[in-house]
C-alpha cells in the first residue's frame, strides 16, 4: 500500500512559477514509476508528466520545456517545476505511482492517487 500526499498547489499569476511535491509513504518507493496528472473543470483529466524506476522523463506536449518532474529516492518524493505558467494550466493536479517498468503515460495505468492539489492561474 502506498499512500501519497500532494502539497505546493496555490494562485499564481500567468508567467509565474510553482513547485509541486508529492510525498509517498510506504515501501519500496524507489520501484514505483511516479506521474502527475490534471483535471480541469468540465475536462477529462490528462497526463502531465512521469518519471520512470530508472529516472527516464515523459511529458505531455502542452508543458514540455516549462515543467520539470523529478524524484529524490532519499526522501520518498516526487516534484513538478512548473514554469512560464499558463491559464490554462489551471486544474487540480494529482500525483500517480504505478508499478511498472514502462513509462506511466495513462491514468488506467495509475495503482495509486494522491487526493489532488489545486492550481490555478491568472490572466
Known amino acids: 500500500q502506498v499512500q501519497l500526499v500532494e502539497s505546493g498547489g496555490g494562485l499564481v499569476q500567468a508567467g509565474g512559477s510553482l513547485r509541486l511535491s508529492c510525498a509517498a509513504s510506504g515501501r519500496s518507493f524507489s520501484n514505483y514509476a511516479m506521474g502527475w496528472f490534471r483535471q480541469a473543470p468540465g475536462k477529462e483529466r490528462e497526463f502531465v508528466a512521469s518519471i520512470s524506476r530508472t529516472t527516464g522523463t515523459y511529458y505531455a506536449d502542452s508543458v514540455k520545456g516549462r515543467f520539470t518532474i523529478s524524484r529524490d529516492n532519499a526522501k520518498n518524493t516526487v516534484y513538478l517545476q512548473m514554469n512560464s505558467l499558463k491559464p490554462e494550466d489551471t486544474a487540480v493536479y494529482s500525483c500517480?505511482?504505478?508499478?511498472?517498468?514502462?513509462?506511466?503515460?495513462?491514468?488506467?495505468?495509475?495503482?495509486?492517487w494522491g487526493q489532488g492539489t489545486q492550481v490555478t492561474v491568472s490572466s
Open positions: 500517480a505511482a504505478a508499478s511498472r517498468i514502462t513509462p506511466l503515460l495513462r491514468g488506467t495505468q495509475v495503482d495509486y
